[in-house]
């Protein structure tokens, strides 16, 4: 069978990519998840991109583009705007490969991507607090300086590099059916649909391919029905690592016709799936990187057959971490908050607290106040914390408190 024609590198282009970048990624594991098979009723594999080195997939991409430019080119140095992944991505190529490298950075970045890619060797400019102020300040240092853009995903060599992945996946699991890749600007899952389709296509097989973005940043499904890359609005989304506002025009190609569906998901979901992959696959893995897994989670993946759930990277603050966990448990009825107002005498907080232990429920924070915006002169209002096991167990803890004269408020 003759070998599927897309946009973008070439099946010779991916083996080539490959042969390069070995030289400093990992083949990084492949476990398998009962869990998620259960609910998606096949097996369903993890690929543990987030145990790559730097923590992402990134360094594919960066290090098979920088280590085909010149040695003129090498001698001028490389530059690179990123708010963590593609930052540490090029900081480490760079260093690998002794070239120079200046990485633009957002003022607000999370410290441990700031000091993993200054500590790779990079010398890091901090500007603005947005992503796109770094990108404008990187174009006017390329410009300035001679030195070369690396781009986190709109080119055929990142493209190639990020499609190594691809081709680790047939090696690890023969028989897949479908792939389930995040997207940002698309470098990723360009190259994974990109060189899955024309493999299997030389061995007359088909694979279903499926695109996973935040809901609050979704520019893929807007740019399919245009017709073309189209720009968006982002709003604020815990997956940072895959909120990017205008899809890359080679990936844009690419994906409109490689990529057999778009699927979106909540913060809510991605916290869910979060916490999953930590509880039961023991993983840590950053928000962007458990969008493929929210996928299968929210039921949006049907009829996949054998799966693999790419989870494209590692790099979370911990303090994100704490809050993304207990938003987790949160959106999974497992942690209740809500609030009470109580006559001003003693004993009433016993009495609540007592009722909640009746219910098999556990008080884990309260905060008590007598200037609540709805409290009488009398009252006091009461907001609680409350370890739960699900939604039947939430419903019997608030219906235990209304059956004894109380007024549960989830308002917040």
């Known amino acids: ?7 973008g590198p070439s099946l010779a282009d991916f083996e080539r990519a490959r042969s390069v970048v070995s030289r400093v990624a990992e083949v990084t594991p492949m476990e398998s998840s009962r869990f998620l098979a259960e609910l998606l009723g096949s097996p369903v594999y993890l ?7 730097t923590g992402s997939y990134k360094i594919r991409g960066a290090y098979n583009r920088m280590a085909r430019l010149s040695d003129e080119e090498k001698a001028r140095g490389v530059v690179a705007a990123s708010a963590g992944n593609h930052a540490q991505g090029v900081a480490f190529a760079a260093r690998e490969l002794g070239i120079a490298a200046t990485i633009f950075m957002p003022v607000g970045v999370a410290l ?3 000091q993993a890619t200054r500590n790779y060797g990079a ?8 992503v796109e102020e770094p990108l404008r300040a990187a174009a006017e240092f390329a410009a300035s300086t ?3 853009l690396i781009p986190p995903f709109d080119h055929s060599d990142v493209v190639a590099g990020q499609g190594t992945l691809g081709l680790e996946i047939l090696d690890q699991v023969p028989d897949l059916d479908t792939v389930i890749v995040p997207i940002g600007g698309g470098g990723l899952i360009a190259g994974v649909a990109s060189v899955v389709k024309q493999r299997l296509a030389l061995e007359g097989r088909t694979v279903r391919v499926i695109g996973v973005q935040a ?23 815990i997956a940072d690592g895959i909120a990017v506002s205008k899809p890359g025009i080679l990936n844009f190609d690419i994906i409109k016709d490689a990529v057999d569906e778009i699927i979106t998901v909540t913060d809510d979901d991605i916290a869910r799936a979060m916490l999953v ?5 023991k993983l840590v893995v950053e928000p962007a990187g458990a969008v493929s897994v929210a996928a299968i989670m929210t039921g949006q993946v049907v009829n996949a057959g054998t799966t693999v759930a790419i989870l494209s990277g590692g790099n979370i603050d911990p303090l994100v971490m704490e809050r993304v966990i207990s938003r987790g448990l949160a959106a999974s009825d497992r942690y209740l908050r809500f609030r009470l107002m109580l006559p001003d005498r003693p004993g009433q907080l016993a009495r609540v607290a007592e009722l909640i232990s009746e219910a098999n429920a556990n008080v884990v924070e309260v905060l008590h106040t007598r200037h609540g915006r709805n409290a009488l002169i009398s009252d006091v209002e009461i907001e609680l914390s409350v370890e739960t096991r699900g939604t039947e167990h939430v419903e019997r803890v608030l219906s235990h408190l209304i059956e004894a004269g109380y007024d549960p408020r989830i308002d917040f």
């Open 112 to 114: 441990p991507k700031l």
């Open 47 to 53: 690929k543990c991109e987030n145990l790559q080195r």
């Open 277 to 281: 992959l930590l509880e039961r696959a």
């Open 215 to 237: 809901e609050n940043a979704a520019a893929y499904p807007v740019s399919l029905r245009n017709g073309v890359a189209t720009e968006i609005t982002i709003t604020p989304t």
């Open 146 to 148: 001679g030195a070369i």
């Open 1 to 7: 069978m003759p070998e599927t024609t897309l946009a």
């Open 123 to 130: 010398d890091v400019v901090l500007r603005g607090h947005t």
